[in-house]
Structures are given as structure tokens and as C-alpha cells.
């Protein structure tokens, strides 16, 4: 059992241009860029890299309708010469068949060594751009530009690349950073609300895991980050990035600290692979999975009520479901699944709990007997 307590927010000035988050990995070392409108500058990012001048930019159908023909033009502008990859959109797209194809266009369009992939969309086009960049001719360097909240937020951040299997997802992959990280809030304009608000439940987090300061904010700010109000979600989004790069450049591979972002996520991903298969997005699935830890770390961490409640109610506001009702034969499955997570050892479950908001423990083994009562 570990904790960990860095409530080190401190108020930043609200700046209208862009903000730059350095993620500390040594010479792989990092920026992730974040402003309104960055995706035109995205030619003049990658040329700072000294990138060869072939690249392609793997994006979503529903993203390169949207955003495509700005990123190409703008890699155009400076000199690239791109292509563009479009996959169907969701989850079926990071597949090894996908990756084949898309191995396939990076040939055709000559790709090679010095050539760079740009990886356009939410987390399942950086997952799966990531992998094919980290693979192909062993390892081309990639770009991601995220354009889901979750994307900007979590998944573009941190180097884990992959695919899914039919036996599981996430089961074939690697750890593959990034050159550079550029987030176009304004692309989040567009993202479905619903989509939205999902990635707020990787934000809030942050906020119990690690930021006291930031909790609050979100108590005081939560509708203007709702309204996509420029300056809050910028100095939102940042912070965010800020506390995942810190935690990733502590403990890259996951073999501690970076355990603490998985909070919420043992019951989360439970629902998802039994009884919320299809229905929940991760996002509200580890909504539900945040508050049930909140409830578990009142148990056996003595978090006070008040601040179950202040996690619960904040969930809430963002319209994100909070609790499932579940019948005996749910009840089962979900215990299934929670099983068969990776954390169990020996009649335990290892969970990361509160301690308070803004400080966790990792590692903390909870006896399953204790876990079925309360999900009774
Ligand atoms: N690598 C990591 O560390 C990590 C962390 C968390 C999640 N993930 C992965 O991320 C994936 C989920 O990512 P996601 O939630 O971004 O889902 P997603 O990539 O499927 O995007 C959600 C939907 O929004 C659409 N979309 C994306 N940007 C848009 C925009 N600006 N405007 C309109 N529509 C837009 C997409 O086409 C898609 O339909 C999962 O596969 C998960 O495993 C990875
Ligand atoms: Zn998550």
C-alpha cells in the first residue's frame, strides 16, 4: 500500500493563448500544446520536430469530415507531404485487421524511417495510430492530436498504445510516446455532449486523486466548463495534463504511483465487460465505478461522508449516472468480472481508495467479502 499526496495546484494565470504542459521522460521528453484553433499551426509544430517530409494523418470518419482537410493543408503549408487514413469510427476500429490496412496505405504512400503518422481523433485513433507508428519499420515517430475531452485529457497522454482482441481489449500494445501532444479545444465543439461529459469523469478525477485545488474548481466552475468557456477549460484541460504528465514521468510503465489513475476504474471497467456492455460509455461507467470507491474508501479509509457526497453530487451535476441498480444475477456477473480484473490476488482485491479528495492510496487490499456487501 502506498499514498500519495500532491495537492501542488496553484493558481495559474488565465492566459487566452496557448498553454504548454511538459511531460518529463528524459529524452523523450514531450510537449502537449494546448489553445483554441492550434490545428492550422499543426504544419509549423511538426516542422520544429525535424520531421522527414512524408507523413499520414489516421483519423475517424466521423473527425475527417470535420477536421482533416484543415490538418492536411496545414502540414501542406509547411512543407509535408501527407496522406490521409480514415478508419470507420468506435471501438471495432482498434483491431489488428485495421492495423494491417492501415500498415498497407503507410507502404503505398512510401513511408519511411524519418516519415511521421499524425494521429487525428479521440482515444481509439490515438491507440491505434500509436500502435501502428510504434511498430511500423520498428518505430516512426507520431503526433497526436486528440479531439475528444478523454483524448485531451487522458489518453493522449502517457504512451500507451494498442488494440483489442476478441478476448479482451487493450491486449495487444505497448508503451509509445508521442513527439508532441496538440489539443484544438475548439474541436471540442463538435464532440456529441454526451461524449463530452464522459471525459469529464476522467477530469473530475484528477480533481479526487490528486488536486484538492482542482475539485474545487470544479465545484465553483462546472458550468462554465459545461459552456466550453475558453479560458476555464483551458486552464482545466491543462492542469489535467499537468498531473497525468507528472504521474507518467514518475512511474512510466505503471509499476506503482501510476496505479492512482486507475481509481474508479476496477467496478468502472466491471460494468463495462458485464452488465454495461453496450449501455455506458467508459466514462459514465467509471462515474458509477468513482462513487462506488468513494463509498469502499468511507468503509475502510474513513474518507468522511461529506466528501462522498461533495464526489457524489459532482458527478451528478455533470449529468453522469452515479449508481446501478442491479438484480441478484447482475449482482453476480459484475462480481465475475471484478474477479477477473488483473488487481485480485488471493481472496483480495487491490483498489486505489481516498483518503480524503485530492489524496489516495494505491494498492489497498479489500477483503471480497467486503466488496459484496457493499455492492448489496
Ligand atoms: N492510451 C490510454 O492511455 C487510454 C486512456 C483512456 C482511454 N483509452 C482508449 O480511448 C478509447 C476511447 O476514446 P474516446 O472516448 O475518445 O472515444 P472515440 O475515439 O471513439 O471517440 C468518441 C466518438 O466521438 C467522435 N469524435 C471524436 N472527436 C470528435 C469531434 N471533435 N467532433 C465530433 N465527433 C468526434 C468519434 O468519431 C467517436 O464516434 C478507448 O478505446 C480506450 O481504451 C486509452
Ligand atoms: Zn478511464
Not at 81 to 99: C, M, N, Q, Y
Not at 300 to 329: K, M
Request: charged letters at 25%.
Amino acid at each position: 500500500m502506498h499514498s500519495v499526496n500532491f495537492d501542488t495546484h496553484q493558481p495559474v494565470p488565465i492566459l487566452r493563448a496557448m498553454r504548454v504542459v511538459s511531460v518529463p521522460l528524459g529524452e523523450r521528453n514531450y510537449s502537449i500544446l494546448i489553445g483554441a484553433g492550434l490545428l492550422s499551426k499543426l504544419g509549423t509544430e511538426c516542422k520544429k520536430l525535424g520531421l522527414g517530409q512524408r507523413c499520414a494523418v489516421i483519423t475517424d470518419a466521423n473527425v475527417e469530415r470535420r477536421y482533416a482537410q484543415r490538418a492536411v493543408a496545414s502540414l501542406h503549408r509547411a512543407g509535408f507531404d501527407p496522406t490521409v487514413i480514415r478508419v470507420p469510427a468506435g471501438e471495432t476500429s482498434k483491431s489488428l485487421s485495421v492495423v494491417e490496412s492501415c500498415y498497407d496505405q503507410l507502404a503505398r504512400h512510401r513511408l519511411e524511417r524519418k516519415s511521421f503518422i499524425v494521429a487525428l481523433g479521440g482515444g481509439v485513433v490515438g491507440d491505434l495510430a500509436g500502435f501502428v507508428a510504434a511498430t511500423y519499420l520498428r518505430g516512426i515517430a507520431f503526433v497526436q492530436v486528440p479531439t475528444t475531452l478523454l483524448a485531451q485529457v487522458d489518453s493522449s497522454v502517457g504512451g500507451k498504445v494498442g488494440v483489442n482482441l476478441k478476448a479482451g481489449k487493450n491486449l495487444i500494445g505497448s508503451f509509445y510516446q508521442p513527439r508532441l501532444v496538440l489539443c484544438d479545444l475548439a474541436t471540442l465543439r463538435t464532440l456529441p455532449r454526451r461524449e463530452f461529459r464522459a471525459g469529464l469523469a476522467e477530469v473530475i478525477k484528477y480533481g479526487i486523486i490528486f488536486d484538492a485545488g482542482l475539485f474545487r474548481r470544479l465545484e465553483r466552475e462546472l458550468d462554465k466548463l459545461l459552456k466550453l468557456d475558453r479560458a476555464t477549460l483551458t486552464d482545466v484541460i491543462a492542469r489535467c495534463c499537468e498531473i497525468k504528465a507528472q504521474v507518467v514521468g514518475q512511474d512510466e510503465t505503471e509499476s506503482g504511483l501510476r496505479a492512482i489513475l486507475n481509481f474508479g476504474h476496477t467496478i468502472g471497467h466491471a460494468i463495462e465487460n458485464s452488465v454495461g456492455y453496450g449501455r455506458y460509455l467508459h466514462g459514465e461507467a467509471i462515474s458509477i465505478g468513482q462513487v462506488a470507491a468513494a463509498r469502499l474508501s468511507a468503509r475502510v479509509l474513513g474518507l468522511t461522508d461529506r466528501e462522498v457526497e461533495r464526489v457524489r453530487r459532482l458527478f451528478r451535476r455533470a449529468d453522469l449516472p452515479t449508481q446501478i441498480s442491479l438484480n441478484a444475477s447482475q449482482r453476480h456477473r459484475l462480481f465475475q468480472a471484478m474477479k477477473l480484473d488483473k488487481k485480485v490476488s488471493q481472496g483480495e482485491i487491490r483498489f486505489v481508495l481516498a483518503e480524503s479528495i485530492g489524496r489516495v492510496r494505491w494498492g489497498w487490499k479489500v477483503p471480497i467479502g467486503v466488496i459484496k456487501e457493499m455492492l448489496e
